[in-house]
C-alpha cells in the first residue's frame, strides 16, 4: 500500500471514520494501512512495527471494528495504560477498556470486572495470570488475543505468562502479534502461537536512526563515564535528555549524582505513582534530564528531547537504534553518545551497519566547554531582535565617551557575570520546603530487603503528598535507610507511614534529629547513628519477598509481576 492510505479506503465503519476525522486523522501509517485489513478480515499477523508508529491503533481500530471480545497484553504498566486511553480516544468512549495492571487495587479492578463485563482487557502478564487464577477471568470468553512488544515481554522473563495466557485463550482466537524486533525467540514464539499469519514489517529493511541525528562513540571506562556525562551535559546545554542504563542499580547510580543537575530515574523497581510522576514532569518540561531503562522508558515519545547518551552497549543493535530514535523527531535535529569500554570497540562496526557511521569522540575538557558555551552564546545573540532601550542605553553609553567594543565587552561581563552567580546559588528545582531545618526520616528496612532508593523515593511523595524536590540525600544502609526531608514534614510521615509496607515488610518510620549524612559521593558505611533505637531487622523467611517462588493455585509457577 502507498504512504498516502485514507483510512475510508481501509472500510472502516462510519463511526469510526467520523471519529478519526475527529480527531484530525486522514491517511493510516505503513503499519495502520498493512495490518488493519487482514486484522478485520480474522487473520492472525506477525507485525515488525516499533513505538511511535501508530501501531496501537493497528490493532485497536480492528477490535473496534468487529466487536469482538479482545485481550491486550503488554510488557509494563505504563503502556497498558496508554493503550487503554488510545482505545478510549478511538472510540470516543469511556470504559470501553479495563486496565488489569500490577501496582493498582486488585479489589477496584474485579469492581470494574464485574461492572463492564464487555470491556477490552489490557493487562499486563502478571497481574491478568493473577486474576485467571483467582477465578476474575476467563479467557475461553474472547476472541481476540493482542501481543504488544512482544521482544520486550520475552526479554523481561514473560515466556512461561505468555504460554499460559494462550492456553486459556478460546481455541478458535485469532492472535495478533507486534514486536519492535524479531530476534529468534520471538519468532519461535509466533511460529508455536500463529496460523499462517500475515507477515508485515512497516518499514520494509531494518530501520535506521533518524538523518538529522548525529551520532557520536566515546571510549571511556565505566567509572569515567558519569563524569563524561556531565561535562556532555554542561557542553551541550540539551533542551531534554535521555541516558540509557541496562540495570536498575546502573539507573540509581547515575541519577543519584546528576540530581543536584535536575536528573530524575525511572525504573521498574519504582512504583507506578513515582514512575508516572516522574514521566508527565518529563512530558512537561520540568524535568530535563531522565536516567532510564529502555523498557520503563517504553511510550515516553518527547519531541523536545534532541540528547540521548548511551552508558553502556545495549544488548541488541536494534535496541540502539531504537534509542536513538528518541531524538530528531519532528524535524528537529539531535544528538547520540554511545559510551562503550575497548573491549566493545569491535562492536561498535556491527552497529554501524544497521546505523550509519559513528564518529569517535573524547570526553569534553574544560576548554571544549568553554568554546562551546562561547558558541552557543554567540549563536543566541544572531537570534535576539534588539529592544529599543537596548539601542536608547547604547547610545547613551555612546554619548558618555565609552566606545562600542568596550560597551558589548562591559555588557557581556556583567551577562556571564550574572548567570555564573545564578549558576552557582540555583538548585535544579526550587519549592518552599528547599531552605529551612532539615531532619532524616528512618525506616526500618534497607539494601538486605531488596528494596532500592526509587521505591523508597515513591512511597514518600506518594504517601506524604510532598512537593516537588522534597527528598534530599538517602542513605541506605543494611537494614536501615535514612531520608532526607524538611523537618515540618517528619512527624506527619511518620504517622502517615505507620502501617505501609514496602513488599512484606513494614516500614516503622521514626524521626531523627542528629542523623549526620554522608558527603556527596561517600557510600555511607554501617555505622552507629543517633536518633535513638537500634537498627531494623527482620529476616526474610518463608513468606518473605526474596523466598517467593513456589507454586501458584494452577499448580503454575509464581513469575515475575
Known sequence: MSESTTFESLELETHLLDRLDALGYEFATPVQALAIPPAIAGKDVLATARTGTGKTAAFVLPILQTHKAGVIICPTRELALQVVNEIERLSGLDNIATALIGGASMKKQIQQLNEWPEAILVATPGRICDHMERGNVDLNQYDVLVLDEADEMLSMGFAEDLDYIVDQMNPDHQTLLFSATMPK????????????????????????????????????????????????????????????????????????????????????????????????????????????????????????????????????????????????????????????????????????????????????????????????????????????TAFDAFNAARESGMSAEKIAVAALSKLLGSSSEQEATSTPQVNKSDNGPKAALVLGLGAMDGIDRGAITGMVYRVGNLPDASVGRIEMLDKITAVELPEEFIDQLVRDLDQERVGRRYVRPRRSDDWTFQPEGRHPSQRRHGGGGRQGGGRKGPGGRHNSRGKGRSGRPNRRR
Not at 243 to 248: D, E, L
Not at 334 to 340: A, N, Y
Open 185 to 388: 525467540h520471538v519468532q519461535k514464539l509466533a511460529n508455536k502461537i500463529l496460523d499462517e499469519p500475515e507477515h508485515i514489517r512497516a518499514s520494509g529493511k531494518a530501520e535506521r536512526p533518524p538523518s538529522l541525528v548525529k551520532q557520536f562513540v566515546m571510549i571511556c571506562t565505566l567509572r569515567q563515564r558519569v563524569e563524561a556525562i556531565e561535562k556532555l551535559l554542561l557542553a551541550w546545554q540539551p533542551n531534554a535528555a535521555i541516558i540509557f542504563c541496562k540495570t536498575r542499580n546502573r539507573v540509581e547510580t547515575v541519577a543519584d549524582i546528576l540530581r543536584p543537575k535536575g536528573a530524575e530515574a525511572l525504573h521498574g523497581g519504582m512504583s507506578q505513582a513515582e514512575r508516572t510522576r516522574v514521566m508527565n514532569r518529563f512530558r512537561e518540561g520540568r524535568t530535563n534530564v531522565l536516567v532510564a531503562t529502555d523498557v520503563a522508558s517504553r511510550g515516553i515519545d518527547v519531541d523536545r528531547v534532541d540528547l540521548i547518551l548511551q552508558d553502556d552497549l545495549p544488548t541488541d543493535d536494534d535496541t540502539y537504534i531504537h534509542r536513538v530514535g528518541r531524538t530528531g523527531r519532528a524535524g528537529r535535529t539531535g544528538r547520540s553518545v554511545l559510551m562503550v569500554g575497548n573491549r566493545a570497540v569491535r562492536h561498535i562496526k556491527r552497529i554501524e551497519k544497521k546505523a550509519g557511521s559513528l564518529e569517535q569522540i573524547d570526553v569534553p575538557t574544560q576548554q571544549d566547554i568553554d568554546d562551546m558555551q562561547r558558541a552557543q552564546l554567540v549563536q543566541e545573540f544572531n537570534e535576539i531582535e534588539p529592544q529599543q
